[in-house]
Nanobody
Framework: QVQLVESGGRSVQAGEYLRLSCVAS?????????VAWFRQASGREREFVAA????????LYADSVKGRFIIVRNNAENTVYLHMDKLIHEDTALYYC????WGYGVDSTYYDYWGQGTQVTVSS
């Protein structure tokens, strides 16, 4: 059972870059898992952002972030990163990483393990 901890969220200006990290903690390892990032803005439902399969060779992105966000996994560092460029106000949300050892896709039901989230606030 993997334990996930997100970090890197903060307040930025529109157009800036930010990198979020999702680390497997507590002696657990991220390498056997597909990992995804989801986000939830205040008053809205949680939505898919990006996902990477266990090898990192296949990635998925929401249309709203394609060309701006990149998901990268580094199994040696036990970490999955979300590189976010050209941030806009609509990217403001609580960002969660999630992991699955049996499925992979945009649906949150694939993912059994979730972190506590890290807040990203983008000022326009």
């Amino acid at each position: 059972q993997v334990q996930l901890v997100e970090s890197g969220g903060r307040s930025v200006q529109a157009g800036e870059y930010l990198r979020l990290s999702c680390v497997a903690s507590g002696g657990t390892f991220i390498s056997p898992y597909a990992v995804a990032w989801f986000r939830q803005a205040s008053g809205r439902e949680r939505e898919f952002v990006a996902a990477t399969n266990w090898s990192g060779r296949d990635n998925l992105y929401a249309d709203s972030v394609k060309g701006r966000f990149i998901i990268v996994r580094n199994n040696a560092e036990n970490t999955v990163y979300l590189h976010m460029d050209k941030l806009i106000h609509e990217d403001t949300a609580l960002y969660y990483c999630a992991a699955s050892n049996w499925g992979y896709g945009v649906d949150s039901t694939y993912y059994d393990y979730w972190g506590q989230g890290t807040q990203v606030t983008v000022s326009s």
